[in-house]
């Protein structure tokens, strides 16, 4: 399979990142401002505070730094109306709801991931993130090796899994023999399965890749097809976790590796907020857990893959995500 040629962006982002970029500069000058005293009882938002104050030093925001808080709560409405009308509207909402609630955030008053899930935010954010075009893969895949194998990690909220499955499911055809959906937390099974219902041949399991997957109930199980969205950055070893995914990879398997490579950091000030967006501090990755190519294929070429295939953006440089 010729996989730079059946993979492509799906959407071009360039009409809205630059207005989700001021968006966030301007919620980091006013998070700066009002968490700057503020005593926390949560040792991962030390390390938020502190990449705000880094990040704002790294970048000439002098004309946005001028601007009072009531400006700049004015300003940020008025970009999030203006990104409403793109195909940003959702993460711009995601930078929203974190600006609204970030001090409570940063005090423990409130979890991160409940104002998130609040009104189905997080997935529509997710679903907003995974923007490239597979069909032409998922077709040529499915028809040089009928009754696939299908391994989803970090599936969560489903949002992959629902493109996947419409790929594989044309007409009344089913092209895959098992597809098993995981994640680390049980607690997303229960929407899932209601969403998924009428799809034949799912499985749920529990897995932590970050773990040896024979020990969690997967030993000597192989799988065509291996699918991770924006999961294996959010493991303390980049090294740990491909070694396991390797394991489980079938000798022909093809992991479709779906990962950040944001130049603009609006991305950090939603996620930054949870605790594991910093588990890769030992890593080697402590002020953000995501790495460029180059660090992948050196990574996968020591867990044993050789060097992919292809790299896609979803969306031209700099606007790709």
């Not at 995981?182 to 897995?207: M, Q």
Request: aromatic residues 10%; contains cysteine; hydrophobic residues 40%.
């Amino acid at each position: 399979l010729d996989v730079n040629t059946l993979i492509k962006p799906l959407i071009d982002r360039s009409d809205y990142t630059p207005a989700l970029t001021e968006l966030s500069h301007l919620c980091m000058i006013y998070t700066q401002r009002v968490i700057a005293e503020l005593e926390t009882p949560i040792s991962h938002m030390h390390k938020y505070r502190s990449w705000i104050d880094q990040h704002l030093l790294s970048v000439d925001l002098r004309s946005l730094q001028i601007l009072d808080n009531t400006a700049i709560e004015q300003r940020v409405k008025r970009l999030v109306d203006q990104v409403s009308q793109t195909n940003g509207a959702h993460l711009a909402v995601g930078i929203e709801a974190i600006f609204n609630n970030v001090q409570r955030i940063f005090i423990g008053e409130v979890e991160p991931l409940d104002v998130l899930l609040a009104d189905d935010i997080l997935p529509n954010v997710y679903d907003a993130m995974d923007q490239c075009d597979v069909s032409r893969f998922i077709r040529r895949l499915s028809h040089s090796k009928p009754n696939l194998r299908i391994l989803e990690i970090g599936a969560g909220t489903g949002g992959s899994t629902a493109n996947l499955l419409k790929l594989l499911t044309p007409g009344n055809r089913t092209l895959y023999k098992n597809y098993t959906f995981t994640d680390i937390s049980s607690g997303f099974f229960v929407a899932a399965k209601d969403r998924f219902a009428n799809y034949s041949n799912l499985e749920y399991a529990t897995l932590d890749i970050s773990k040896d997957p024979s020990d969690q109930g997967f030993d000597g199980r192989k799988y065509d097809l291996i699918l991770a969205t924006n999961v294996i950055h959010a493991t303390a070893s980049l090294n740990d976790s491909l070694s396991n995914v390797r394991k489980l990879l079938s000798p022909t398997g093809w992991f479709l590796l779906h990962e950040l490579t944001p130049t603009s950091k609006w991305v950090n000030y939603i996620f930054g907020t949870l605790a594991g967006w910093w588990y890769g501090d030992a890593d080697g990755r402590s002020d953000e857990p995501y790495i460029g190519l180059e660090r992948w294929e050196r990574e996968l070429k020591t867990a044993g893959f050789r060097i992919p295939d292809a790299a896609v953006l979803d969306s031209d440089h700099p606007h790709q995500l």
